[in-house]
């Protein structure tokens, strides 16, 4: 049985329906007619034998079917791009230093730089995991030629180019007890963390009594604080698996979102290339 073919620009005009909500937007990405757009989803829907969106007046949800399409899109997409780089980009040797939080470190960058060996394996690549503000000195040092960066306050002047953004949450152990303490036990990282920040705040707005009880400048120090069940701690949604789950309790306050930033120190073949892998990593968890 001959399997149909998925072709690269209709799953371009499938990933930007899906992030746009709706035809009309991703028309104007795409730059096409919504009409055409229309036709395409259409054609691949008969293709596929399967519902992609929920069509609703102002807008177009995911199906279930969707969303697994969307998944298997982005990264058909972007293997696309990186097999043609591979063969027609320019090639490059040197090095670039990039500076990251730990989160960041162990939960985006493994694939970035996977791939970007690929595509540039003359390249070498120096990663320092530290905080925001260690890294952005480095930066201005001229020890490294980018870093990602907390953005705290979206109305905030901040330097760089936003790349992610995502929820904090309050997370725990599975079956934790912790969150029901009085004072509210909480770990987190050192005076000048975003997080940080955001979660004191969070708390203090809404009067609710709390106690640091752990400290750790790293997520996994954090995390093992919570698996003890010694603490509760703020955490990116993402980044909440088992043994922890995120806690919902009327008791415990919102603490909003934060974002990532790419702030760059100059623009060049091979910092514009690393950046460019950067930045196609976060787009593809959105």
Known sequence: ???????????????AISECGTFTDAAKVVHRTPSALSMQIKQLEQKLGKSLFIRE?????????????????????RLN?????????????????????DDVGTRILPEVLAQF??????VLVDVVVGSSK?????????????????????????????????PLVWAGREGSSAFLRTPLPIAMAHEGCA????????????GKPYRIAYTCEHCSGQEAAMVADLAVAA????????????????????????QLALVRRGSNPLNDALAGHVKGAFQSLR
């Open 134 to 166: 260690q890294n952005l000195a480095r930066l201005d040092s001229g020890d490294l030629d980018m870093v990602l960066v907390t953005v705290v306050n979206k109305g905030r002047e901040n330097r760089g180019e936003v790349v992610h953004d995502e």
């Open 235 to 258: 955490f990116p949604k993402s980044l909440v698996r088992p043994p922890l789950k995120q806690i919902v309790s009327d008791d415990l306050p919102e603490i909003g979102s934060y």
């Open 57 to 77: 007046p102002r807008q177009v949800t995911l199906t279930t079917e969707g969303e697994v399409l969307l998944d298997y899109s982005r990264r058909l997409l």
């Open 81 to 101: 791009q990186e097999a043609v780089q591979h063969f027609i980009a320019p090639s490059l040797e040197g090095k670039v230093g990039i500076g990251t939080s």
């Open 1 to 15: 049985m001959n399997m149909p073919l998925l072709d690269n620009d209709v799953l371009r005009t499938f990933v």
């Open 195 to 206: 997080w940080r920040e955001m979660t004191l705040s969070a708390l203090d707005r809404a």
């Open 117 to 122: 060996a690929r595509s540039y394996p003359a």
